[in-house]
T-cell receptor, first 112, second 110 residues
Framework: KAGVTQTPRYLIKTRGQQVTLSCSPI?????VSWYQQTPGQGLQFLFE???????NKGNFPGRFSGRQFSNSRSEMNVSTLELGDSALYLC???????????FGPGTRLTVT | DAKTTQPPSMDCAEGRAANLPCNHS???????VYWYRQIHSQGPQYIIH???NNETNEMASLIITEDRKSSTLILPHATLRDTAVYYC???????????FGTGTRLQVFP
């Protein structure tokens, strides 16, 4: 069974630009969560989607948004990028029966 | 804020059991204890989870105290590839939100 996939794996953007990251969950998983990881703040929860609805949201500014499609694939968007948005962005999908949650390899975003 | 407390680092000799402790004294009755590990900024890898009973799988064992205020992850025969940061997390049922703490950096040495 294929794992969680994230595209692109690496991305370089400049301040003020926007970026869209994509996540494909494990087949059959309907829940997708996003996390940001930085050396200073560690792993922080961004938001969670289940069946195309945002179920939970972390403490991030409105520049961070996401959505989920009917096939459970999810995207997150960051607008007006700042240097501090440089991070590893991780996506995870959840088996709603076993409660096992699996992470993808992440997208490393660098903002210059 | 993280609801768990872990030692920042631990060492373990290869082939020996690694016992990683975690305190979660404010855990609620419907919160699960999860363990993940992360190697070299890869995505965190799921290890095991439990509610109140001890659990075992092919990777590890999870021992949860009767009052559920602490737990121990046991890697029965540590290898060099087990060197990683190990995170103990509590998760509320019906939400997939995980609140990560700073974890324990486990160093397995030959």
């Amino acid at each position: 069974k294929a794992g969680v996939t994230q595209t692109p794996r690496y991305l370089i953007k400049t301040r003020g630009q926007q970026v869209t990251l994509s996540c494909s969950p494990i087949s059959g998983h309907r829940s997708v969560s996003w996390y940001q990881q930085t050396p200073g703040q560690g792993l922080q929860f961004l938001f969670e989607y289940f069946s195309e609805t945002q179920r939970n949201k972390g403490n991030f500014p409105g520049r961070f948004s996401g959505r989920q499609f009917s096939n459970s694939r999810s995207e997150m968007n960051v607008s007006t990028l700042e240097l501090g948005d440089s991070a590893l962005y991780l996506c995870a999908s959840t088996n709603e029966v076993s409660y096992e949650q699996y992470f993808g390899p992440g997208t490393r975003l660098t903002v210059t | 804020d993280a609801k768990t407390t872990q030692p920042p680092s631990m060492d373990c000799a290869e082939g020996r059991a690694a016992n990683l402790p975690c305190n979660h004294s404010t855990i609620s009755g419907n919160e699960y204890v999860y363990w993940y590990r992360q190697i070299h900024s890869q995505g965190p890898q799921y290890i095991i989870h439990g509610l109140k009973n001890n659990e075992t799988n092919e990777m590890a064992s999870l021992i949860i105290t009767e009052d559920r205020k602490s737990s121990t992850l046991i890697l029965p025969h540590a290898t060099l590839r087990d060197t990683a940061v190990y995170y103990c997390i509590v998760r509320v049922v019906n939400t997939d939100k995980l609140i990560f703490g700073t974890g324990t950096r486990l160093q397995v040495f030959p």
